[in-house]
């Protein structure tokens, strides 16, 4: 393919187009977008770790000496809101799937390109508005916001919090919307809705549900903040209000929201089995309508968070039925990935162990979740450490792992060098052995009946030796988070410069130099092929350097 | 004094050896799936990894198994579901004949009264034997009752009551837990149910002195002029109280509601809301003139007026509260 050449005698590709920070700011670029968030993403993660490490600490010993009760409580509250809202939230979709999206279906950029940079800059404002909070003197209300606690008797930075939420979910329905108008409206000739990979099908399931749960959230903090700074009484039955009309709108959307934090993790998912098979994916039409599945049930099951609350005994169980129903196709495409490894051609390369990591992470996440519909299992269970572990078994075994993953397997195409092989798979497995030492033991501890939300269990020594074991992981996963961060950045300079494709990838985006140019392809590609044609690609996956 | 063993709590009611039960069986399941994913994602990672001269051999997918991996998993999580909702059936509607301890809790602490008159604070003692219900009303944000060694949580609501019950079968001291999160001292709002031999347990009770809950609230019932209007004959401005309890009543805009705990305290709070058919919105309210335990108290006595003489146990329980 000719390419564009710089007057220095570069290939010009979309990172040094143009330089200065005009250029970054003001881009309409999808691909530098992407990276414009990573850089935040990752800033917020780093904060919100930090929060982690330091709840950690002061649940090594059971009196409360670290740290006073009410920073505690901060603490955790502003864990559960950066990690959820500005990490886990944005993180593939607007990293990986603003970068990858258009490519996959052969087109130069996303529907909206301007919105699209609209979108970041609501995020970084509610990034802001949330980092004002952190600096003076945070907010404790638990990152589920309940009222009456939040509205009426908590005198933090509630507001501010519940804005920065607010306006950074605007950025969630934006890509949304830009997602699913690309999908529709933007793909290339000859590939149509059954040749898409299924990173596409899940971005597009993930889009549907920011688009038509986020506006719910807004609602309820807007309520909420309402309610604090005008005593409305809509929430407080002292006025007449009902606590759990609050707990009903959040969860409404706040469940919904784990299927946009796990479906761009399985979409990665498939692309990173599939390649590291030589193999296309088993089942594509039943993976496909799996993601679907999953994002229309899962605006189903919200109640489920409500089974002690005090709600009926048989909305209880209706809504314990429908939970069980939203399991089934999560099921399938473990089941799916598993078949897609039969009779492939496998290599170990650092995507396809965090690849591996997920598929067992997600499945004990996902069966202890079975644990918690069970409706005579959840009343002990519920508000305990059992629950910690389980939903940080999905977003961080399950999610964070399919992240990681993802960052490896593209990041020779979107910073055109390799990263050092040796240490991304020592990263990956300090992560994974991090991980089950961080939360196995907490399951452990939530049916021994340790509550969530405690600063202080000197009441109850015989929970310190599964805190300790839980700590002592929690050190381990930092040094594995970290690593990455510090090779990447290596990468840059004295990392290998990337070919086109190499990983022998089958997609549209491995055909395309590596980083790409500014608008992706000399010319529109006409696709005459199915995805993952595996078959027709006979290289293998090269050996790492 | 505290003793746990090391995966769960001590079983000291009927509820948990049920939860143990069930949650042993998913254990089990839970361990045969995963050892059953993990053991197959292993020997293809190892036995189809890359070798030279071997190729993927592509294979677009099965019917039959897609059929039967979503149908097996299914089933199986069907019966997941129905023994867990037959737990929670059983542990949502306490016994009949109950013994009632009304429970108000604050930041950050439990204050327990027990029909017979005892108070207690963050230690609650129980007999051995016995069905307890305990019915809940919270001062402040929402809190929740937890006692492990019973498996048993109920979310405690400012505004209403919310219920829970056991059957205790263990003497001893076990934990009880704030398990909603309520504020600074959330993790300090901890307290002990102390379950005692029946002789032991009236041992302890006959020291207290206290009058009964219901006697406590014929008082105020007098004092706070309750009984101008709701006399025992059907000469008063408002309904007769004697009999109500647990039963239906007619509201004049044609609903029926079942006169439980829920609805005496709403109406001695709220008057108008809920206006019986035939009498008119006349009820001052009593919202901010009357604290929680007194509300309790008069429940207690409205309860007592439903009853043949002993006064002891609360008759119908109530419905559960509205989604």
Redesign the interface.
Known sequence: MATAVLQSGERETYLNKEYGIKSWLLTVDHKRIALLYLVSITFFFFIGGLFALLIRLELLTPAGDLVQADTYNKLFTMHGQVMVFFFLIPSVPAVLGNFLLPIMIGAKDLAFPRVNLLSWYLYITGGALMLYTILNGGVDTGWTFYTPLSTEFLNTHVVTAGLAVFVAGFSSILTGLNFVVTTHRMRAPGMTWSRLPLFVWAHYATSIIQLLGTPVLAITLLLVVCERLFHLGIFNPALGGDPLLFQHLFWFYSHPAVYIMILPGMGIVSEIVCCFSRKRVFGYNAMALALLGIAVVGFLVWAHHMFVAGISLYAAMIFSLLSYFVAVPSAIKVFNWTSTMYKGSITYQTPMLYAFGFIGLFTMGGLTGLFLASLGIDVHVTDTYFVVAHFHYIMVGGMVMAYLGGMHFWWPKISGRMYPEGWGRLAALLVFVGFNLTFFPQFILGYMGMPRRYWDYSHSPEFQILNVLSTAGATILAVGYVLPMIYFLWSMRYGKPAPDNPWNAAGLEWMIPSPPSTYNFEQQPVVTWEAYNYDEIKEEVPVAQ | M?Q?M????ERASTMAN??DA??IF?LVV?AM??IA??T??LV??VR????PG?????????HA??IT??FI??CI??V??G???????K???PPKDATEVYTVAK?WMWKFEHIEGQREINELHVPIGRDVEMIMTSQ???H?F?V??F?????V????Y?TAWFHATKPGTY?L????????????M?GSVVVMEPKDYEAWMGGGGSQPLAVTGEKLFTELGCITCHRSDTQGRGPNLVGIFGKPVLLEDGRTVVADENYVRESIL?PAAKIVSGFKPIMPTF?GQISDEQLNALVAYVKSLSQPATGQTGGRHMA????
């Open positions: 505290f746990t090391p995966l769960w709590p049920n939860v069930l949650y998913l839970s799936m995963s994913i993990f197959m994602v293809f990672a189809f990894r890359k070798r071997h190729h993927a051999e592509q294979i677009q997918g099965s198994l897609e991996w979503t998993p299914f999580f069907m997941f579901f023994w867990g909702a037959l737990l929670y059936f542990e949502r509607k930041q402040d944000v929402i929740s937890y492990p060694a498996r048993i949580k109920q979310d609501l400012p505004g209403r919310t934990h837990f704030c398990a909603e999160y309520c504020g600074t001292m959330h993790s300090g901890v709220q919202q559960t509260a509205t989604p």
